[in-house]
């Protein structure tokens, strides 16, 4: 039999050839990783990040288990680390140690930016989590409760600034100017935009074309860096420029709901003289509602007016007629929490009813933003048969949140928002916090950004 000698080459292609095979084999195969913190021991560990969805500044509470070989998984160090989305890799971000049955929770830092988390036992490590973060975006304006010969008015000559800042800073992002007018409050349409300037500020200058009750918003298009994030919501009462021929004015604009006010103004020269004021709710065409006759230097003042839903008003007379006033009504509510003092992992839930019903309509748990600028929408209810509802948001974290209960405005009654109430969230035992519901993130609808 003859035999053949390998070459020093071939030998080395052989053996390398051998190890390659042999790491893609170890590579295809799953494998435990080993707990540094107790040699000889496997573990595995998992991780729960909740709320999945905060706005800047705003704490989330990372919380999971550890099982280990041996039923050593009590006492052993758990490292929470942390990768902004867009950067290339995670950094710590918390540490703590598991308790005797292997639970751990970590509160993180406050965030400001989309992340990952992970938690670690020595080599052994959870699967990753998404966390997301609406940046805080501010809004101001007009003041809301300026009076109706001072407020705001349709037309290019009656146009108005509304600026604003973005943290954390996103210079060259979009941001939207949004009006809010559906039926149910439920739709945001876009009026205007502009781009974050290089400070993280924004300012654009918009025309209302139309009178009536405006919600108006803000609202930064999502990026890697953050979700879409809304501002706070400005309210407003918007009617036509003034005919200073025949003026219209409301003693007060908005009224709550069963609330009064007196309509008057000035006919210019036309003393001792019959005007007509005729009104029209949402829908619906104008009908007469009074006449009285202006006094010797041409003022009037109508029977004070009892509307139960918002109402377009105009005066007629003196051959003239004048601008049409939008006189907002706005809704009444009441609002209970179910506790002011919770535990991690606990539901919070505000009742009331709204008057006057409106069953299907929209209804917000919001909280206060940490800077105090404005509030935030963190949960979604429903108005119920005859008023009521029951809005519901699990909070994690433990510390301090200030929240309160609004209902948005429509074209029949304006939004109202209640008296804010600080609720405070003590720590709860590890053990006993279960997995974010994925209704807890709810939020309204974004509308066209």
Not at 118 to 137: D, M, N, P, T
Request: charged fraction near 10%; charge should be positive; include cysteine.
């Amino acid at each position: 039999m003859r035999s053949y000698k390998l070459s020093p080459a071939v030998l080395a292609a052989a053996a390398l050839l051998a190890l390659a095979t042999a790491g893609a084999a170890s590579a295809r195969r799953p494998h435990l990783k080993r707990n540094s913190g107790t040699p000889g021991a496997i573990c595995r560990i998992s991780i729960n990040v909740a709320p999945r969805l905060l706005t800047t500044g705003e704490t989330a509470l990372a919380y999971g288990h550890a099982t280990c070989a041996g039923g050593t998984q009590g006492g052993q160090t758990v490292v929470l680390y942390q990768r902004v989305i867009g950067t290339g890799g995670f950094a710590v971000a918390g540490e703590t140690k598991t308790d005797a049955k292997g639970f751990y929770q970590i509160t993180t830092a406050p965030q400001t930016t989309n992340s990952q988390f992970y938690a670690a036992i020595g080599a052994s490590q959870s699967r990753h989590q998404l966390e997301k973060v609406a940046a805080q975006v501010t809004l101001v304006g007009p003041p809301e409760s300026k009076q109706i010969l001072e407020g705001l008015k349709t037309g290019r000559a009656n146009a108005v600034t509304f600026s604003g800042t973005v943290s954390p800073n996103d210079a060259g992002a979009i941001i939207v100017l949004q009006r809010e007018n559906a039926i149910k409050g439920t739709e945001w349409h876009p009026i205007g935009r502009t781009i974050v300037n290089s400070s993280g500020g924004f300012a654009l200058t918009h025309a209302f074309a139309v009178a009536g009750a405006s919600e108006v918003r803000v609202m930064l298009r999502p990026g890697r860096r953050n979700v879409a994030s809304a501002s706070n919501i400005l309210a407003y009462q918007i009617s036509q420029a003034q005919n200073p021929a025949l003026t219209i004015i409301s003693s007060s604009d908005p009224i709550p709901y069963n609330g009064s006010t007196v309509i008057s103004g000035k006919a210019a020269g036309a003393p001792n003289t019959a005007v007509t004021l005729v009104g029209h709710s949402a829908g619906t065409r104008f009908t007469t509602i009074a006449t009285v006759k202006t006094d010797g230097e041409g003022n009037y003042a109508f029977p004070a007016q009892t509307p139960l839903t918002s109402v377009f008003y105009k005066v007629n007379g003196a051959g003239r007629s004048s601008a049409v006033l939008y006189q907002g009504v706005k809704y009444l509510l009441t609002a209970t929490p179910s506790a002011t003092v919770l535990t991690s992992g606990q539901a919070v839930t505000f009742t009331g009813a709204v008057t006057p019903a409106r069953a299907g309509h929209t209804i917000y748990m919001e909280r206060q933003n940490l800077a105090g600028s404005g509030f935030h929408v963190v949960a979604v209810g429903t108005v119920q048969a005859g008023g009521s509802y029951a809005v519901s948001r699990i909070l994690y974290a433990p510390g301090t949140e200030v929240l309160r209960v609004k209902i948005p405005g429509d074209p029949e009654n304006g939004g109202t928002a209640s008296t804010p109430v600080t609720v405070t969230v003590n720590p709860l035992s590890a053990s006993k916090l279960t997995p974010e519901p994925p209704s807890n993130t709810t939020s309204p609808p974004e509308g066209k950004v």
